[in-house]
């Protein structure tokens, strides 16, 4: 699947990282994204046919909100702007540490997603970074690194004297969606 992110084109501030546990609540959480924002779709545990689908769908809103979209994981066929992982080729990459985050940038990422910053529903017990660490692990580092996990706008301005290039969030796109469990 190429890429369709021009090259020199600003990486959006905003992401939405999508999931199951958003159910029907995603469509308003795209209809809310600021027009230019991005998407990370995820859904992994939904069946490929029913993944195709809704990444399809997922892309209609995508190109009409000129929004940046990467995926995570396997979606076959055309759509997506680029790739959400930590392999070389990928426009984005998930990091949890200093060296992760250093090995995305070697294999080519333009956007690191560093989580989580603070304790998140999508990793219950997951050990949160905090404003510090997340310091110490996003400092220096040649690209945009995005904030993930806890995160929304007040947040992310608290965060932004770190350099903070922008954040990415769930819950914080559909506030009032019905919460549902995710098989783990």
Known sequence: MPPRHPRNAPLPRRWLMTDERLGDALWNALEALPRGSGVVFRHYATPSADRRALFDRVVRIARR????????????????????????????????????????????????????IYATRSHPGTRALGRVRFGLMSRGLPIPVIALGGMDERRWRALRPLGVYGWAGIDAWAPDQKRIAVPT
């Open 65 to 116: 909100k000129r929004l940046t979209l990467v995926v995570a994981g396997s979606v076959p066929g055309r759509g997506a702007d680029g790739r959400h992982e930590r392999r070389a080729g990928a426009l984005t990459a998930p990091v949890h540490s200093r060296r992760e985050a250093v090995a995305a940038v070697r294999a080519g990422a333009k956007l690191l997603f560093a989580s989580p």
